[in-house]
């Protein structure tokens, strides 16, 4: 029986890859904490995740936009998962960001990058001990 | 990588609030510099930051520019001071419209907005070390 190491790592390539859009997602909302009727935005990252094991999943075909003005066939896991946070606050200059949550999202949001890749070392250490052998 | 694309957000917004920073410093600098009439007296300047959304699809996350520095439009204070060098046919001097405590709060924020960029960026970089040493 092959190895398929796509299926040994499971899903954390793809919660990595979510979890680093994610960091970006949250930078640029601490960077733009200032910028006015900026709109502060997260992804779901449950449902983000979810639609993006399906696709490993199932073998069906997307297709590759080569042009800004492409519209998404199919939806791509990211953009559909991208909300707009709702503020506790309003500003009268019609920005959302709250730094403080943004802070924390975002520190809580490297943790659990940081575990994903523990996780993923663990996985290939143990396709290593499966190759090696000792 | 597309990873790669937060040093850009965070450098974009370091370099907006850096400029934040300076125009408030020079804001501060000319607080006291007066002039003999209202033309050429010294207006407080301020950045306008704007969000860029650029690329398509799923680039959402968006980068900061800085749409250019607008003077602010409060009227200019005049001080009557009929000794003062400058002082125009009536006695008057004029002072900058800069208002200090804004000015300081202005500077606050500005700091730590700096400061949160460059958080972002010393965890960002260590996320993708600890990336780079994946699997060894």
């Given at each position: 029986m092959p190895i398929n190491i796509d299926k040994a790592l499971g899903i954390f390539p793809q919660a990595l890859t979510l979890r680093a859009r994610r960091a970006e997602i949250i930078a640029a909302n601490m960077a733009n904490?200032?910028?006015?009727?900026y709109k502060a935005r997260d992804i779901d990252f449950k449902g983000a995740l979810k639609q993006a094991a399906d696709r490993a999943g199932s073998h069906d075909v997307t297709l590759r936009r080569t042009d800004a003005r492409h519209l998404a066939v199919g939806g791509d896991a990211m953009s559909e998962a991208v909300k707009y946070r709702i503020p506790h606050q309003s500003s009268l200059d019609g920005n959302t960001v709250d730094a403080e949550t943004e802070q924390a999202e975002f520190t809580r949001n490297a943790v659990q990058y940081q575990a994903t890749l523990t996780f993923l070392n663990g996985r290939i250490r143990g396709l290593m001990t499966a190759i090696r052998g000792d | 990588m597309s990873s790669f694309r937060i040093f850009e957000i965070a450098g974009s917004g370091m370099s907006a609030q850096s400029l934040r920073l300076n125009i408030t410093a020079s804001n501060l600098a000319n607080?006291?510099?007066?002039?003999?009439?209202d033309k050429g007296v010294y207006r407080a300047r301020e950045p306008v930051f704007s969000a860029v959304m650029d690329g398509f699809g799923d680039e959402s996350a968006a980068n900061v520019r800085v749409l250019g520095v607008v003077e602010n439009n409060a009227p200019v204070q005049m001080r009557y001071?009929?000794?003062?060098?400058?002082?125009?046919a009536q006695g008057y001097i004029y002072m900058p419209n800069v208002n200090m405590v804004e000015q300081m709060a202005n500077m606050i924020s500005a700091s730590r907005s700096y400061q949160n960029n460059v958080e972002v960026l010393n965890t960002s970089k260590q996320l993708l070390l600890a990336t780079l040493r994946l699997g060894q």
């Open positions: 904490a200032d910028t006015p009727n | 607080a006291e510099s007066v002039s003999g009439n001071e009929p000794g003062h060098p400058l002082a125009d």
